[in-house]
């Protein structure tokens, strides 16, 4: 779940249930508004972790097979001498 979304279902939540009669209130709900808007454009740039999770797992699976063949190589000089 995306947590600006949240933040701002929160807020709309916030909303409805307090007085929006005071001036301080709005201008407080307003300003936190303007933040996450801010947190939003901040973050636009960046690429979600869940693009990265296919190389993460291609780059650890040839690091295993090079691992697993080093490892083979190495058993079967240990075992081929006499």
């Known amino acids: 779940m995306d947590p600006v979304r949240d933040l701002e279902r929160r807020i709309d939540r916030l909303e409805s249930k307090v007085d929006l009669a005071d001036q301080g209130i709005r201008a407080d709900l307003e300003a936190i508004r303007a933040d996450i808007e801010r947190i939003k454009d901040a973050h636009a740039g960046f690429v979600p972790l869940i693009r990265y999770m296919p190389v993460e797992r ?12 080093v490892t083979t190589a190495i058993v079967s000089l240990v075992v081929r001498t006499p």
Not at 58 to 69: D, E, R, T
């Open 58 to 69: 291609v780059v650890f699976g040839l690091v295993a097979l090079v691992l697993i063949a």
